[in-house]
Structures are given as structure tokens and as C-alpha cells.
């Protein structure tokens, strides 16, 4: 696979959160606002990315009997990290995420990533793939959460537009979620679904 690939899977053809449907929890929890998903996108992807450069570093190290306790004690280092950063510079940010940074640990994404391609591959490409990953988790993050904030808060990044007696307070709630995550993923695999039959029509034309 070409770098490039390795890098671009995850933002649409492999988005971990709406076509491989993992990291639902924090995906349908923090979406409430556009600046909640960009900081849940961003710690997510620093630790994705960190724990893949230190993963694929030590895997010829790490005994393969204990490899997960050892992968989520390195995840759970750069967590640590992350959450701290944000405690101490971005105090507002942390009280909106509250325990779903610390929660990155148990993401099923991260851990997934670990397992799944660091462990298996040399360091660059698991730079790329941390990245590119993490990328695509923050996309779907934000592309959630921007329609759940114009239609249920009237907002777009805190800044109003629209007046509170307008606005559809289902979409700020627990269902709004689902009803958002559900539609944005059907509308993302008919897109691919699209790309890929139109690249094999083109192929058999070939």
C-alpha cells in the first residue's frame, strides 16, 4: 500500500467512526458542539498518533503474551498527557468533555490501530496511519456536530445566528445523535458506494 493510501484511508474510505462504526461512545457524546468535536478530534489523534510512533518502535521489544497490557499502558501515557495539557490551557474545553478524554484510553479506535497496523508496521507508516486516522475521526466529529449545533442550538462554533425560539432541541439530545449519526453514515457509504461503481464501470469500459 503507498503512503499516500496508508495516510487517506482513514478519512473516508476507513473513517473509524462511519464506515468501521468504532468509537460510537464519545462520537454521539461530545457532537453537541462544533468546538467539542475539534477537541475531541484533536486529543484523539495526538494519542493516536503518538502511541502508534512508540508502538511500532518497541514492537520487536514488547513480549507478544502481554502486548495489549503494554499497548494500554502507552496509550494510557499519552492520555494522561493529553488531559493534563487540556486541564491546565484549555480549562473550558475540559469541563465540556469531562471524562470522555480520559476515557480515549479504552477507544476502541486507538487500541484497534495499536493491534491492527503499529504493531505490524514500521514507524512512518504507522505515523501516517495514526494521522490519518485520527483525521478521520475528527472529520466525522465535526461533520456531526455542526449539523446537531445549526439545527438544535442555532449555532456554528458558539457564534448564533439563529433565534433560540426556532431551534429543535431533539438535536442537542440523546436521539438527535443517533438521528444524525444514522443519516451522515448512509450518506457517506452511498457516496463510496458511487465512487467504487463508477471507478469499476470505468475499468470495464477500459
Keep these: ?14 473513517n473509524p467512526s462511519l464506515i468501521l462504526v468504532l468509537g460510537t461512545c464519545p462520537t454521539l457524546a461530545v457532537t453537541t458542539s462544533v468546538n467539542n ?18 508502538i511500532s518502535m518497541l514492537k ?5 503474551k502481554i502486548r495489549i497490557p503494554c499497548f494500554i499502558v502507552i496509550i494510557a501515557t499519552f492520555v494522561s498527557i493529553i488531559d493534563l495539557v487540556i486541564q491546565g490551557f484549555l ?6 468533555l469531562g471524562v470522555f478524554i480520559p476515557l480515549i484510553v479504552v477507544n476502541c479506535i486507538v487500541l484497534g490501530r495499536a493491534e491492527a497496523f503499529a504493531s505490524k508496521n514500521p514507524v512512518w507508516d504507522s505515523v501516517l496511519d495514526g494521522l490519518g486516522m485520527g483525521v478521520g475521526f475528527t472529520i466525522s466529529l465535526v461533520l456531526i456536530a455542526a449539523v446537531r449545533e445549526v439545527l438544535g442550538a442555532g449555532s456554528f462554533m458558539g457564534l ?3 433565534p433560540s425560539n426556532y431551534n429543535m432541541l431533539l438535536f442537542v439530545l440523546a436521539p438527535g445523535a443517533f438521528i444524525v449519526y444514522g443519516f451522515i453514515m448512509a450518506a457517506v457509504r452511498q457516496i ?15
Design 192 to 206: 463510496l458506494n458511487n465512487v467504487e461503481a463508477k471507478r469499476k464501470a470505468k475499468q470495464a469500459n477500459a
Design 37 to 54: 468535536a475539534l477537541g475531541m478530534g484533536a486529543a484523539t489523534t495526538f494519542v493516536l498518533l503518538m502511541s502508534n510512533i512508540l
Design 91 to 96: 480549562p473550558a474545553l475540559s469541563a465540556s
Design 160 to 162: 448564533t445566528f439563529i
Design 60 to 64: 520487536n521489544v514488547i513480549p507478544d
Design 1 to 14: 500500500m503507498s503512503k499516500l493510501k496508508i495516510l487517506t484511508k482513514g478519512f473516508f474510505k476507513e
